[in-house]
């Protein structure tokens, strides 16, 4: 493979780039250990230079990853607080002729993302992107006898390349092995790319399956055996076994082997965290504009969606984990999804969310379910926009409080001491409970005594609390009071405060900058809209 490899990239134009990325590279004395996830108890953690990581990311816009936009990227990032960047490599740009790969973008990534301190994550636009096929390289969208199309059920090819193609996936699998190939020559010793997603949004949009006369014969005959052990179901044919779900059941068996098999190859050459993120299906009343909910239409057919999740954990394991994208901001949607993905074995990954307002708070939520990172999509000064609020204004103001604990976080979520509370209607009031320890936090001021807590206008209000030892604690949030009690008693009944510090964690080390007491304390732990702080809270009982 390696040979075949070194051939395609004599042709390589960035030889130089390598040479210059690898010399900045060399600073580092020693290769940094490899990221990789781990699990622990049903936690899990994303490993990056050997200690937990929180993803605080932030992913450009589609059209972005190109050296004319890249500048217009860095501002926004850095204006986010955000400590990983997502960028997409376009099939079409890297092979746009068969075999000939350019990696100049992808250096240029690699080199501009170490120069601005951040992690990279690589989005693969290869066979699928949102449910069509529009990164290809024109030589495949060109040659629809050797690459196959889906075949709609009035028998037309449609705009998306067929899974149940050995051609289409060879293809590309071999674009893929020398990108990760490329990352692997460049990033071994430094590990700037911590994750990389193996296509995107995955599946067919126009039909349910590939209704092309070879599929529909496979189709007819029995369902694999590999299938059916995932399933626990009994032998049958797929519509005896699958029933109405058979067209989308079907489709995600060839694309879940499909894209598992591009992702073994890549993983071969370069043996770093990949995942898939998914388009989720959402319930009609969650996007009342689309008024379907079928898949091939309301979503792209085939996909890790909620219900497939299982199919896919299982065809496909050299996926690492599988991201929801969550674009409702409906608060008991968004639970679902996260408490689905958090489990079957998956590390909870947000690779895409809304970057509006309206999503900030559930950086929180997703933290409270354990999540190893979260990414808000659409970030960068190029003037566009997806979202029709401000950008990430909410989001910018976490990561900014998050950002410098970051590393505390990911290990003490990891090792299941965190817990997180989100304001909702009706809930302005929420207790964590710690054990021994109560958590009573309030959302929004002011707080006059003898008066429930107010909430937050827009629901924005968020609170974070890590127990540190058995009576040390962690915390922080924006617009939210967090009190402690023990069972049965109000805050301050045989409990006290024997100090509240504020501070942070420089290198690991908490660092002390004032004692909080008084009016910042005495009806809870104070957090203020707009102000960034972080209290380690050490309590007693008398
Ligand atoms: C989800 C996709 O994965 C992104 O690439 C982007 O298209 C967003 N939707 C918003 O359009």
């Given at each position: 493979?390696?040979?075949?490899?070194?051939?395609?990239?004599?042709?390589?134009?960035?030889?130089?780039?390598?040479?210059?990325?690898?010399?900045?590279?060399?600073?580092?004395?020693?290769?940094?250990?490899?990221?990789?996830?781990?699990?622990?108890?049903?936690?899990?953690?994303?490993?990056?230079?050997?200690?937990?990581?929180?993803?605080?990311?932030?992913?450009?816009?589609?059209?972005?990853?190109?050296?004319?936009?890249?500048?217009?990227?860095?501002?926004?990032?850095?204006?986010?607080?955000?400590?990983?960047?997502?960028?997409?490599?376009?099939?079409?740009?890297?092979?746009?002729?068969?075999?000939?790969?350019?990696f100049s973008t992808v250096d240029m990534l690699v080199q501009?993302?170490?120069?601005?301190?951040?992690?990279?994550?690589?989005?693969?636009?290869?066979?699928?992107?949102?449910?069509?096929?529009?990164?290809?390289?024109?030589?495949?969208?060109?040659?629809?006898?050797?690459?196959?199309?889906?075949?709609?059920?009035?028998?037309?090819?449609?705009?998306?390349?067929?899974?149940?193609?050995?051609?289409?996936?060879?293809?590309?699998?071999?674009?893929?092995?020398?990108?990760?190939?490329?990352?692997?020559?460049?990033?071994?010793?430094?590990?700037?790319?911590?994750?990389?997603?193996?296509?995107?949004?995955?599946?067919?949009?126009?039909?349910?399956?590939?209704?092309?006369?070879?599929?529909?014969?496979?189709?007819?005959?029995?369902?694999?055996?590999?299938?059916?052990?995932?399933?626990?179901?009994?032998?049958?044919?797929?519509?005896?076994?699958?029933?109405?779900?058979?067209?989308?059941?079907?489709?995600?068996?060839?694309?879940?082997?499909?894209?598992?098999?591009?992702?073994?190859?890549?993983?071969?050459?370069?043996?770093?965290?990949?995942?898939?993120?998914?388009?989720?299906?959402?319930?009609?009343?969650?996007?009342?504009?689309?008024?379907?909910?079928?898949?091939?239409?309301?979503?792209?057919?085939?996909?890790?969606?909620?219900?497939?999740?299982?199919?896919?954990?299982?065809?496909?394991?050299?996926?690492?984990?599988?991201?929801?994208?969550?674009?409702?901001?409906?608060?008991?949607?968004?639970?679902?999804?996260?408490?689905?993905?958090?489990?079957?074995?998956?590390?909870?990954?947000?690779?895409?969310?809304?970057?509006?307002?309206?999503?900030?708070?559930?950086?929180?939520?997703?933290?409270?379910?354990?999540?190893?990172?979260?990414?808000?999509?659409?970030?960068?000064?190029?003037?566009?926009?997806?979202?029709?609020?401000?950008?990430?204004?909410?989001?910018?103001?976490?990561?900014?409080?998050?950002?410098?604990?970051?590393?505390?976080?990911?290990?003490?979520?990891?090792?299941?001491?965190?817990?997180?509370?989100?304001?909702?209607?009706?809930?302005?009031?929420?207790?964590?409970?710690?054990?021994?320890?109560?958590?009573?936090?309030?959302?929004?001021?002011?707080?006059?005594?003898?008066?429930?807590?107010?909430?937050?206008?827009?629901?924005?209000?968020?609170?974070?609390?890590?127990?540190?030892?058995?009576?040390?604690?962690?915390?922080?949030?924006?617009?939210?009071?967090?009190?402690?009690?023990?069972?049965?008693?109000?805050?301050?009944?045989?409990?006290?405060?024997?100090?509240?510090?504020?501070?942070?964690?420089?290198?690991?080390?908490?660092?002390?900058?004032?004692?909080?007491?008084?009016?910042?304390?005495?009806?809870?732990?104070?957090f203020r809209k707009h102000i960034r702080t972080v209290v380690?809270?050490?309590?007693?009982?008398?």
């Amino acid at each position: 493979m390696h040979s075949k490899l070194q051939i395609i990239n004599c042709r390589s134009k960035s030889l130089f780039l390598i040479l210059s990325i690898l010399f900045v590279g060399s600073s580092v004395s020693r290769a940094a250990e490899a990221p990789r996830i781990v699990e622990k108890g049903g936690r899990h953690a994303l490993m990056v230079d050997g200690a937990p990581f929180l993803v605080l990311g932030a992913q450009i816009n589609n059209s972005s990853s190109w050296a004319s936009t890249l500048p217009e990227v860095w501002p926004a990032l850095k204006d986010m607080h955000a400590n990983t960047v997502e960028a997409p490599v376009y099939w079409e740009q890297l092979e746009a002729s068969p075999g000939n790969f350019d990696f100049s973008t992808v250096d240029m990534l690699v080199q501009r993302t170490r120069e601005n301190h951040m992690h990279l994550v690589v989005l693969w636009f290869g066979t699928w992107k949102n449910g069509n096929m529009h990164y290809v390289p024109q030589w495949v969208k060109t040659d629809i006898k050797k690459y196959p199309r889906v075949i709609n059920q009035a028998g037309e090819p449609i705009d998306v390349l067929s899974a149940n193609s050995r051609a289409n996936l060879e293809a590309d699998k071999h674009a893929f092995t020398a990108l990760m190939h490329h990352l692997a020559e460049i990033d071994s010793t430094e590990h700037t790319v911590i994750f990389v997603q193996v296509e995107n949004e995955s599946g067919i949009i126009g039909s349910p399956r590939d209704f092309s006369l070879s599929s529909n014969r496979e189709f007819e005959s029995k369902i694999p055996a590999d299938l059916l052990r995932a399933a626990g179901k009994s032998p049958g044919t797929w519509r005896e076994v699958f029933g109405g779900d058979a067209d989308e059941v079907f489709q995600a068996y060839y694309q879940a082997r499909y894209i598992n098999e591009v992702a073994e190859a890549g993983k071969r050459e370069f043996n770093i965290p990949l995942y898939c993120n998914v388009w989720l299906s959402y319930p009609i009343a969650e996007l009342p504009e689309r008024q379907v909910g079928n898949p091939g239409i309301g979503w792209p057919s085939g996909g890790p969606v909620q219900r497939l999740l299982w199919l896919w954990k299982a065809l496909a394991p050299a996926l690492d984990v599988i991201g929801p994208d969550i674009y409702s901001d409906d608060l008991g949607f968004y639970t679902n999804v996260l408490k689905t993905y958090a489990t079957a074995g998956n590390a909870l990954w947000i690779p895409e969310t809304g970057n509006s307002d309206a999503y900030a708070s559930y950086l929180f939520l997703a933290l409270n379910y354990g999540a190893i990172g979260f990414s808000p999509f659409g970030v960068d000064h190029t003037g566009w926009t997806f979202s029709e609020g401000e950008g990430p204004k909410l989001h910018s103001e976490n990561f900014a409080l998050l950002e410098p604990i970051s590393r505390e976080i990911a290990r003490l979520n990891f090792e299941g001491k965190l817990k997180a509370a989100v304001d909702a209607p009706g809930q302005a009031e929420q207790e964590l409970d710690f054990g021994k320890w109560k958590a009573s936090v309030r959302f929004g001021f002011p707080q006059p005594d003898g008066r429930h807590a107010p909430g937050t206008p827009a629901h924005t209000g968020r609170a974070l609390v890590a127990q540190l030892s058995s009576d040390e604690f962690l915390v922080t949030g924006i617009d939210a009071s967090v009190a402690f009690h023990t069972e049965g008693r109000l805050p301050g009944l045989r409990m006290q405060i024997l100090s509240a510090e504020e501070g942070t964690f420089e290198n690991g080390v908490w660092k002390t900058s004032r004692l909080w007491n008084g009016d910042q304390t005495d009806r809870g732990l104070a957090f203020r809209k707009h102000i960034r702080t972080v209290v380690k809270i050490h309590l007693g009982t008398f």
